[in-house]
C-alpha cells in the first residue's frame, strides 16, 4: 500500500522568497516519488521525479526535492518565487517495482500563490 | 511530437445521458492510464490499459464506467446514465512501458452534468 501527504493545503510566498512544499509518503516498496504541477484550467507537467538514483532530483523552472528515506519526505524547493509559479502542485508515489500495479497515488495538492 | 491528446476539452450532459471521452497517448506509448479529479481534490486512479487489454481497473466504479484501448484508434472512458457526482476532471496519461516510467498527462476533459 502506498500514500502521499500534503499537510499544507495553501502556501503564500512573496515573489523572490524562497519557496516549500512539503510532501510525507508512506509505501511498502522503495517508491518513486514525482512532483507535478497543474497551473488553473491546464493538464498536469512533471517538474521532477525520483527513482531511487540521487537523493537530490533538481526538475524544471528552478526546482528541486530532495529524497530523505528516514524522514519519508520528499519536498519540494525553490530558492526564488516567480509569479508564474502560482499553481497547484502534487505530490506523487508510485511502487519502482515492475509489475501490475502501476498506477500513481497522488496527494490533495498544495495551491501555491504568489504576492508581488 | 505531439503530446497526450484529449477530447473534447469541455463535455456537459444531462443527467441520464452517455459520455464518452477520447485519449490518444503519445506516439509510442502503448501504456494508458486514466484518472478523475473532484473538485479541490487530488487525482485518483481509474484504470491501466494496454492495447485491447485492461491491466488493472480497480479504481474504477462497478456500475456505469467502462474503459478500452483498442488495437487502433483511441482510448475511450465511457460513462452510461451520467449522475451528477460524475462531475469532474477526467485525465488521460500515457507512458512508454509500465512500472515507474514517468506517465505524461493530457489536457483533461472537464465533464459538467446537469
Known amino acids: 500500500a502506498q500514500s502521499v501527504t500534503q499537510l499544507d493545503s495553501h502556501v503564500s510566498v512573496s515573489e523572490g522568497t524562497p519557496v516549500l512544499l512539503r510532501c510525507n509518503y508512506s509505501?511498502?516498496?522503495?517508491?518513486?516519488l514525482f512532483w507535478y504541477v497543474q497551473h488553473p484550467n491546464k493538464g498536469l507537467q512533471l517538474l521532477l521525479k525520483?527513482?531511487?538514483?540521487?537523493?537530490l532530483v533538481k526538475g524544471i523552472n528552478g526546482f528541486e526535492a530532495e529524497f530523505k528515506k528516514s524522514e519519508t519526505s520528499f519536498h519540494l524547493t525553490k530558492p526564488s518565487a516567480h509569479m508564474s509559479d502560482a499553481a497547484e502542485y502534487f505530490c506523487?508515489?508510485?511502487?519502482?517495482?515492475?509489475?501490475?500495479?502501476?498506477?500513481?497515488?497522488f496527494g490533495k495538492g498544495i495551491t501555491l500563490s504568489v504576492r508581488p | 511530437n505531439a503530446g497526450v491528446m484529449q477530447n473534447p476539452r469541455h463535455l456537459v450532459r444531462r443527467r441520464g445521458q452517455e459520455a464518452r471521452l477520447r485519449c490518444s497517448p503519445m506516439?509510442?506509448?502503448?501504456?494508458v492510464y486514466w484518472y478523475r479529479q473532484l473538485p479541490e481534490e487530488g487525482l485518483k486512479f481509474m484504470v491501466y490499459?494496454?492495447?485491447?487489454?485492461?491491466?488493472?481497473e480497480s479504481g474504477m466504479p462497478k456500475e456505469r464506467f467502462s474503459a478500452e484501448f483498442p488495437k487502433e484508434g483511441p482510448s475511450i472512458l465511457r460513462i452510461q446514465q451520467v449522475v451528477r457526482g460524475d462531475s469532474a476532471a477526467y485525465f488521460c496519461?500515457?507512458?512508454?512501458?509500465?512500472?515507474?516510467?514517468?506517465?505524461?498527462f493530457g489536457p483533461g476533459t472537464r465533464l459538467t452534468v446537469l
Open positions: 496519461a500515457s507512458s512508454p512501458r509500465r512500472a515507474a516510467d514517468t506517465q505524461y
Open positions: 509505501s511498502s516498496y522503495s517508491p518513486s
Open positions: 525520483y527513482t531511487s538514483a540521487a537523493t
Open positions: 506523487v508515489v508510485s511502487p519502482s517495482i515492475t509489475g501490475a500495479n502501476s498506477k500513481l497515488t
Open positions: 506516439k509510442g506509448h502503448s501504456h
Open positions: 490499459l494496454q492495447k485491447e487489454n485492461i491491466i488493472d
